[in-house]
């Protein structure tokens, strides 16, 4: 990865830190403090950027000494919380913080050096997706540019007849280092793959306004779906029995009541993957007034979400929860997750 001639399109030490950047921004305490975060949650979050920090130190290190791997475990969690705007009119009327957990796959230690970029800003990329975060410009002009790949200099330094009357149009308008990033990232596109994927887009479509309401409208694939989605409901050991039964017919209701606002049926893989985790009832006061006044202060509500390595989805909920709650919180992260989870939208084709 270094050295000019045969250096990749992005370098680990610039891009990477570009990258990072903004969740590093996001997390950072005074930050948090800006954003009405708890003390609690600056805790996390100052831990997630020294576990980021630890995997970037990792990567560089794989980069400077290849002979010495320096990772010990095959992944690392960032744990963050995050603050949302309300889009309402009044100030309670959603949760105002989300707490969701990301798994990085480090990179392998027989993964060739020059597939180590790129491994990683998928990674990254997967963090700030899953942080609400923007994603920034990888390179800059300057990255990407390389004077060895320059068309105004001979091959071997052998100037030829051709080559010298190349240089009279050339000469006319020497191209911007953007126009040859611009090149460079045209050329580096798989046309057949992406025309597949949009074909296939098309033939889902198709699909989808065939089968229309199909689950929905039908009573016994309806009630099939809920009790895959009930299937993967795991309690911690803290609730009781009884606590399971009402949580299993609770959910059960709340799913099928609110079988279309939560996508049950066009999100219905996602559903049938993911994991819910039933947990102990809430130590504080959990009155809707009690809640709401929690909300204002951007205090956490008992609900995470995490991705996996696997990019396989698990949601943590109290097994006191509140029915409107639960709703919001679900709808919330529901986008952000399926979008990622949909491995045929592209979005990691971007840095292969």
Known sequence: MGGKSGRCLFSTATSLKKLIQPFVMKCHPDMAKQQGLPKTAQKVNLLAIQNLNSYVDGVRSMEKEPSKYPFSNDLVEIEFVMAFQSAASTKAAQPTTSRRRVELQVPPATLPSSKV???????????????????????????????????????????????????????????????????????????????????????????????????????????????????????????????????????LRLLDDHFDYLYLEEFGKYWEELSVVVTGARSYNTSSSAMRKRRQRNLETGYSFTIHHDNSVTVNIPVDFQNDELIQELYRNLADFYEWTERENGIESIFE
Request: charged share 35%.
């Open 117 to 251: 970029t790129p491994y990683v800003n998928r990674q990254m990329v997967k963090l700030l997706r899953m942080a609400d975060l923007p994603v920034p410009s990888l390179a800059t002009d300057d990255d990407i540019y390389d004077e060895g790949d320059d068309e105004l200099h001979p091959r071997n330094n052998v100037i030829t007849e051709e080559w010298m009357a190349g240089q009279v149009i050339r000469h006319v308008r020497r191209k911007t280092a953007w126009e040859r990033s611009r090149e460079k990232f045209l050329s580096r596109l798989n046309w057949e793959k992406f025309d597949k994927m949009y074909q296939d887009a098309l033939d889902d479509m198709e699909a989808t306004l065939m089968t229309r309401n199909l689950i929905r409208d039908s009573p016994k694939l309806r009630k099939q779906l809920l009790a895959k989605i009930l299937s993967n409901i795991q309690f911690t050991k803290e609730v009781m029995p009884l606590e399971r039964l009402v949580a299993y017919r609770r959910l």
